[in-house]
C-alpha cells in the first residue's frame, strides 16, 4: 500500500449505529488529519493529531470521537449521528516540522450515508 | 485571519480552451501556496505549489506562479482536455493549511 488509505470507501448506517472510520498513511508523517466534505460547502477541518496527540476540534460534535494510536493509524468512532453527518470523510497526513504543517496528502475518503 | 478566497464555479469549457482559475490570498506572513485537485469520487491531490515570490508551479500542463504585489496565485491551462474535469482546490499555508471553497471545472468534448 502506498499514499494514504481509508476504509471503508462507503458506509450507511442508522441513527443508532456505532461504527469506526479508519485511516492509514504509508508516507512516514508525523500529522494527520479528518475533515468533512459536503455538498456545496467548504472543506471543514475536524481534527487535527500532531506526533499522536490532539492539536486542533473544531466545534465539531462529542458523537464524532477521533483515535490516534500511532502516527501511521487514526480512527474516527461515530455513534447516533444525525442525517446532516451525512458526507465524505477525508483523512490527510503531512510532515509537521518547526511549527509548520508541510502539504497534506488525502486519501480517497468515506462516503458516509445516514439513514 | 489567514484565507484563500478562489472564483465560484461552475466552469463549463470546451476541450482545447485555455483555464483561467482565479485564487487570492490573505495572509500576514509568507505563505506557501498550493493547488489541489479533486477528481469524481477521489480524495484531494497536490497539482502543484509555490513557496515564495515568483516561483511558479507546474504539472499536467498545469501553471501558477505565486503573485506577491497582486496576492494572488492563479491557476492557468493552455489546452484542457476533457480528463481534466474536477474540482480545483486553492490553498495557502503559514502555520496551517487553509483550503478555498472549490472550483468545479467540466470540460465538454
Known amino acids: 500500500e502506498t499514499g494514504v488509505t481509508q476504509t471503508p470507501r462507503h458506509l450507511v448506517m442508522g441513527m443508532t449505529n456505532k461504527k469506526s472510520l479508519k485511516c492509514e498513511q504509508h508516507?512516514?508523517?508525523?500529522?494527520m488529519y479528518w475533515y468533512k466534505q459536503s455538498a456545496k460547502k467548504p472543506l471543514e477541518l475536524m481534527f487535527v493529531?500532531?506526533?499522536?496527540?490532539?492539536?486542533e476540534n473544531n466545534s465539531v460534535p462529542s458523537r464524532f470521537s477521533p483515535e490516534c494510536p500511532n502516527s501511521s493509524h487514526l480512527f474516527l468512532h461515530l455513534h447516533t449521528l444525525q442525517p446532516e453527518d451525512s458526507a465524505l470523510y477525508l483523512c490527510a497526513s503531512s510532515q509537521w516540522s518547526g511549527g509548520l504543517y508541510y502539504e497534506q496528502y488525502f486519501g480517497p475518503g468515506t462516503r458516509l450515508t445516514v439513514t | 485571519g489567514d484565507s484563500v478566497t478562489q472564483m465560484e464555479g461552475p466552469v463549463t469549457l470546451s476541450e482545447e480552451a485555455f483555464l483561467t482559475i482565479n485564487c487570492t490570498y490573505t495572509?500576514?506572513?509568507?505563505?506557501?501556496l498550493f493547488w489541489y485537485v479533486q477528481y469524481p469520487g477521489e480524495g484531494l491531490q497536490l497539482l502543484l505549489k509555490?513557496?515564495?515570490?515568483?516561483d511558479k508551479g507546474s504539472n499536467k500542463g498545469f501553471e501558477a506562479t505565486y503573485r506577491k504585489e497582486t496576492t494572488s496565485f492563479h491557476l492557468e491551462k493552455g489546452s484542457v482536455q476533457v480528463s481534466d474535469s474536477a474540482v480545483y482546490f486553492c490553498a495557502l499555508r503559514t502555520g496551517d493549511m487553509r483550503f478555498g471553497a472549490g472550483t468545479r471545472l467540466t470540460v465538454k468534448p
Open positions: 508516507l512516514g508523517h508525523n500529522a
Open positions: 509555490a513557496t515564495k515570490a515568483d
Open positions: 493529531y500532531n506526533f499522536k496527540e490532539q492539536t
Open positions: 495572509a500576514t506572513g509568507y505563505p506557501s
